[in-house]
């Protein structure tokens, strides 16, 4: 299949218009058209129910949309891998939730390019079901995430157990309360299970979806939220933010994700600097 056919049934599906999926890939409607026929032809269903206010997608549509996405990501990383074989003849697709690149991942690349110097590493962040997703398609070659249930076909391996601890920037005197709270997104594991054990919390001044960059704002205003230890733990030794005694924790643990069948020769040099990076959490 034309993967520009994907790509713009994809553009359609986004803006809900052929005119304005047209404008948007500068091609003409006619030819906006004319792919969307032509896919509809090949898959023997209609995709899109149109109308004067635009276009919907239809029942098969809305199935094909995350095969679409899948075929325009595979078409994007054999484009990426080809592009790099000359300079870089090793590569590797690594995905994790944000929290994990912070004070870990970004860490272990950096290692990695030292051990491995021909290698390109492409990094990204996703949650779990996205990841796993990835991992099924083939764009993604290992993910680093918490709690994950992946389907057959790929490896799980635990790495070390990640604590979240409360951390304060306020002055000891200071008294903690619903108006300096600060909460960050951690997860879909971490929003429950803190909605469970502080349901005072459920409606903080500030929440930031926005992993390990919460920090800033934790070090510029008088807060408390929740972090990975690893990550504040500097922090609290050189007394930039404190951590209140007799806290609850939260514990959840990382594994990585890798495909069952797959070069042993090529990925086990990785996997090996991942074990090692991994054991100073453990």
């Not at 994809?10 to 809900?16: D, K, P, R, S």
């Not at 995905?95 to 990204?124: E, H, N």
């Not at 601890?165 to 879909?188: A, E, F, P």
């Not at 001044?205 to 230890?229: H, T, V």
């Amino acid at each position: 299949m034309d993967v520009n056919l994907a790509r713009t049934f994809l553009i359609v599906a986004e803006t809900g218009s052929f005119v304005d999926a047209a404008r948007k890939m500068n091609i003409t409607q006619s030819t906006v058209s004319a792919r969307i026929k032509g896919l509809e032809e090949l898959l023997g269903r209609p995709l899109f129910t149109r109308s004067k206010s635009g276009a919907e997608l239809t029942g098969a549509g809305e199935l094909f949309q995350k095969h679409a996405l899948a075929l325009v990501r595979v078409w994007q990383q054999a484009q990426l891998q080809v592009s790099l074989a000359d300079q870089h003849p090793e590569h590797i697709s690594v995905g994790a939730p944000l929290s994990l690149w912070s004070g870990f991942l970004l860490k272990w690349a950096s290692g990695l390019r030292l051990q491995i110097p021909g290698i390109a590493v492409s990094a990204t962040a996703g949650a779990s079901a996205v990841l796993n997703q990835r991992l099924i398609e083939g764009t993604l070659d290992l993910a680093v995430m918490y709690r994950p249930s992946p389907p057959p076909g790929l490896t799980i391996e635990h790495l070390f157990d990640e604590e979240f601890v409360l951390v304060s920037s306020t002055k000891n005197s200071s008294r903690r309360g619903v108006n300096d709270y600060l909460l960050i997104d951690w997860g879909s594991d971490f929003v429950q299970d803190h909605a469970t054990a502080f349901p005072e919390h459920a409606n903080p001044a500030i929440s930031l979806d926005l992993g390990p960059m919460g920090l800033d704002y934790l070090l510029a205003n008088e807060c408390s939220g929740y972090f990975p230890a690893r990550i504040v733990r500097s922090l609290i030794s050189r007394g930039r933010v404190r951590q209140p005694k007799r806290t609850r924790k939260f514990v959840y643990p990382v594994y990585m994700v890798y495909p069952e069948t797959r070069n042993e020769e090529a990925y086990e040099p990785i996997l090996r600097g991942l074990r090692r990076a991994a054991a100073k959490f453990s």
